[in-house]
């Protein structure tokens, strides 16, 4: 179903202002150049829940942050039972009736669940003193909890519930502050699946009481037998909307998917040659038994969900992680490496995910950041050449095409996409075997992303291994030679790239 | 340009205190005896700030040099006694005991050894309790304090022999100041030129960043507050040289005196900024800025608010080049 038939669909129905507790039109939302969201409309029927399903930087997040006051949007209105409202800041959105329930929950762990539910609007005893009125606090929250049958004592200390009961504690809050409106953020991606089920419950008696939600997850099947409504975003714009009954979890993962590959990804002549790395059932606190091999010159994809344990696979065979059970080998040898000194020494290379809290230290000079891991490698591991150093630099800053007045500037001086060139410069003169990239391409724009293909793929035509973590499935489609998927901490497929789908990926991560 | 503009305001509000007090006690301030004299009693904080600018500039911090100078003092002159052959009444006692050079030589490594020990130890309580270097070395300066307290009952241990690192010269500049420049160009060249210094910055910056670029963060870390502790060692070998004798009073507030020198020198406590040339000219700043008040007649106390009002100055106008820039 094309945009255009969804915004019909919602002119119709909004001229039946009362049926819909929640409208969102035209929504627009910018962040400097990047587009965020754009003309996003989005109703939300009274007392249903509606689903918001959409891959990884969708916009269903920021959508929610504009509809929680915490972003202003840069175009569009918001209705609320038929009312327009603007929200300059999350205590509007509160006092109109909207409650977040965030991925984290958000509690103070050393006070019970009675003072959190009623923390910052306390009702005072009067008189000259003004003293907390604890007998009424506890009275109402004993009264919310029997009415809800929720299993939770109201002096139980926030830091020793489960996280299934933390969440019931923000409902409570949610319910005390008279929300008309919660919004769930993967609510169950703490949880076991009997507080799961529980929260099932809980959500179609608040349903029955007139309680609008709008449910955020992950977990399709979850999705479709929860939601009344489904609303699909992709690239930040509603791509489809439809009643939960007419849907299944292929036809959903065919809306959320459903794009065409872009031209930017360089043709691909792959040979694979023998294996480079292998991990053999690689075991830590967050993964199970993950086994693959990467061969020389291949390129090969991670794909998965937020927390399906990509990442962590990374830091596994890094030495972030201490491994468990399982093992690394490079070249046939079985490796040791127990932090990443090792692991580099070993011909390992890792270029992180979050450029910022782990891949650059902003405030030294690009060169600096460059060579930080490869003075061994430059025959400078006692001591430095500078003159050696600029001129290594001077050349990758050519060959990368990188905007810099000098190698000697900050990298906070650089755009994002040359920061991110800067730490591609790292691992390309580290020159490691086997190298991992982590979202190589996250936050940085179409052309920086094109130029950033084509260096891996030129690295692996010249015979290095590479293992491309992404959660952007047509990268992986784009540039891989084959994509493992990953489910929970465990490995769920390791496929041809030529043979498989989008819908088939997405299958193996999400259901 | 920028850089260039850095280094240029401490290095000219130096040049302003020299001429101020060139211009105010010429007879007194501009004779070599005076320059000779403001040097040597820079050496001994200036030998430890060296060591301290590593710490700061990995955002730590190391309040226990003062005591541990104290202490390293005290074992260093007991060791260069018990080597000349007093016992342990007469190195107690106070008594003038002759030393042979070579007791000497080695009562000074003793203090450095003694002080390295000191930094060992700050630095693997640091990284295996994941504690904060402010409390750490909150907790090692009272015992370091008490410990060189306990060893002689609070009394001085005299070392009137041990002369030669104040009094000796090495072709006619005083045996300190030249200690001194050495520490100073062998560490500004560690800090500069090799690899140990990168890490020491990149820690400082992003000590996330550089664990996953492979560096030993916590392997890094107890080496540079061993460094340290090795340098209030030898600061503290020069100090007793300098008085003749140990006290266990001696270094009090000196972590002050050091940390204000590093951080008026352009190091940012915050980590990952700073250099050794910056560290000299905040050592010599705060040295000149007292002798000259001294020629000129005026009380500590009024010196205190000096040293304190430049530390501020020097960093609001760091800050301030900082959000210009």
Known sequence: MSQMSQMS?????????????????????RFGPVTALSDVTFAVRRGTVCALCGENGAGKSTLMKVLS????????????DGKEKHFSGPKDALQAGISMLYQEV??????????????????????????????????????????????????????????????????????????RLIVMDEPTSALSEGEAATLF?????????????????????????????????RDGAVVFG?????????????HMVGRELSQYYPPRESKPGEVVFEARHLTTKHIH?????????????????????????????????????????????????RNPTEAIAAGIGFLTEDRKRTGLCTELPCSWNITLPNYERLDMGKILSLARERKECLALGKKMRLKWRDPEDPASSLSGRNQQKVLVSRWLQADSEFLIVDEPTRGIDVGAKAEIYALLNDLAASGKAILMISSELPEILGMCDRVLVMREGRLTADLLVAKATAEEVMHFAAV | MNKFAKQLLPFSSLFFIISLWAFLEPDTFLTFQNFKNVLSSTAANGIIAAGMTFVIITAGIDLSVGSMLAMCGMLGSIVMLALSGASWGQISGGAAIAMGGWAMFVGTLAGMAAGALCGFLNGALITRLKLAPFIVTLGSMSIFRGVSHIINSSRPISVSAYSWLDTGSIL???????????VLLATGFVLKYTPFGRYTYAIGSNPQTAYHAGVNVDKMLVWIYTILGALVGLGAMVMTS???????????????????????????????????LGTLIGCLLISFLRNGLTLLGVVAQIQLVAVGLIIIIAVTSDRLAAKKN
């Open chain 1, 9 to 29: 669909q919602m002119s119709q129905m909004s001229q039946n202002t009362t049926e819909f507790f929640l409208r969102m039109e035209g929504i627009t939302k």
């Open chain 1, 69 to 80: 006051g915490v972003y202003q949007p840069d175009g569009g209105k918001i209705f609320l």
């Open chain 1, 106 to 179: 958000e509690l103070a762990g050393h006070l019970t669940v009675y003072e959190n539910v009623f923390l910052g609007r306390e009702p005072l005893r009067g008189g000259p003193f003004q003293c907390i009125d604890t007998a009424a606090e506890i009275q109402k929250v004993r009264e919310l909890i029997e009415a809800n049958h929720f299993q939770l004592d109201p002096m139980a200390t926030v830091a020793e519930l489960s996280p299934g009961q933390c969440q019931l504690v923000e409902l409570l809050k949610a319910m005390l502050s008279g929300a």
């Open chain 1, 201 to 233: 419950q809980i959500i179609h008696r608040l349903k029955a009481q007139g309680i609008t939600i709008i449910y955020i997850s992950h977990r399709l099947e979850e999705v479709l037998a929860l939601a009344d409504d489904i609303c699909v975003l």
């Open chain 1, 242 to 254: 439809a009643p939960a009954a007419e849907l299944t979890v292929d036809t959903l993962v065919k």
């Open chain 1, 289 to 337: 038994d993950v086994s693959f091999q990467v061969r020389a010159g291949e390129i090969v994809g991670m794909a998965g969900l937020v927390g399906a344990g990509r990442s962590e696979t990374a830091q596994a065979i890094f030495g972030i992680d201490a491994l468990l059970s399982g093992e690394c080998l490079l070249h046939g040898e079985k490796l040791s490496v």
């Open chain 2, 172 to 182: 006619g500049i005083p045996a300190a100041v030249v200690i001194f420049a050495l």
């Open chain 2, 242 to 276: 300098r008085a003749s004798s140990a006290q266990p009073s001696a270094g009090l507030s000196l972590e002050l005196d050091v940390i204000a020198a590093v951080i008026i020198g352009g190091c940012s406590p915050s980590g990952g900024k700073g250099t050794m």
